[in-house]
């Protein structure tokens, strides 16, 4: 099974601050890897898509990279509304497999 | 995106039974695969269960294998799930959730329901 690890767990910014979020398999997942945001109360959101493809919708600030076993989450400039949790997922051997990381909060510092 | 609205979550012993409704309008259901992805309290995401648009493949996670039953109806617009044999573990928010391609079932998970409790105690 391949594993997805985040990175921090916790990331304590201001709002106007740049956001590094980081997922790593533990093996190759090419560039099948998505991003979710979920607030606290709310269904997750899909926000990155095959590593770097923004969503429907997204804005721009929302930025992904990466390739292989590393994956990198960029919120350039956070805004009040971006404090959320956010779960990498890979989907490389689906189907039937698909697993999910453990999740980032970004919090307000 | 539509709308996906869950119901038939609540409190079940252990060894009980559920059907989970989603119901869905806004967008063509029949055309997209369909999921149940799952999130105890306080954890992770789970994919649960996966339908393909055409109703003929279905898919399950190995810790619901044989217990769950994913379905669905084009005519009512309504993705169901059948769960049986409950477990303590399975206590979780379960969401709907739409496939964002609408040509094959690509677990990217691009739209999901607010979600219903399953809560599974004594």
């Known amino acids: 099974e391949i594993v997805l690890t985040q990175s921090p767990a916790t990331l304590s910014l201001s709002p106007g601050e740049r956001a590094t979020l980081s997922c790593r398999a533990s093996?190759?997942?090419?560039?099948?890897l998505a991003w979710y945001q979920q607030k606290p109360g709310q269904a997750p959101r899909l926000l990155i898509y095959?590593?770097?493809d923004r969503a429907t919708g997204i804005p721009a600030r929302f930025s992904g990279s990466g390739s292989g076993t590393d994956f990198t989450l960029t919120i350039s400039s956070l805004e009040p509304e971006d404090f959320a949790v956010y779960y990498c997922?890979?989907?490389?051997?689906?189907?039937?497999?698909?697993?999910f990381g453990g999740g980032t909060k970004v919090e307000i510092k | 995106e539509g709308q996906l609205v869950e119901s038939g979550g609540g409190l079940v012993q252990p060894g009980g039974s559920l059907r989970l409704s989603c119901s869905v309008s806004?967008?063509?259901?029949?055309?997209?695969?369909m999921h149940w992805v799952r999130q105890a309290p306080g954890k992770g995401l789970e994919l649960v269960s996966s339908?393909?648009?055409?109703?003929?493949?279905?898919y399950y996670a190995d810790a619901v294998k044989g217990r769950f039953t994913i379905s669905r109806d084009d005519s009512k617009n309504t993705l169901y799930l059948q769960m049986s044999g409950l477990r303590v573990e399975d206590t979780a928010v379960y969401y709907c959730?739409?496939?964002?391609?609408?040509?094959?079932?690509?677990?990217?998970?691009?739209?999901w329901g607010q979600g219903t409790l399953v809560t599974v105690s004594s």
């Open positions: 959730v739409k496939d964002e391609d609408p040509a094959v079932l690509s677990a990217v998970f691009g739209y």
């Open positions: 806004g967008f063509s259901f029949s055309r997209y695969g």
């Open positions: 339908i393909r648009s055409n109703g003929d493949r279905t």
């Open positions: 093996q190759s997942v090419g560039t099948f």
């Open positions: 095959d590593a770097s």
């Open positions: 997922q890979q989907r490389v051997n689906w189907p039937p497999v698909v697993t």
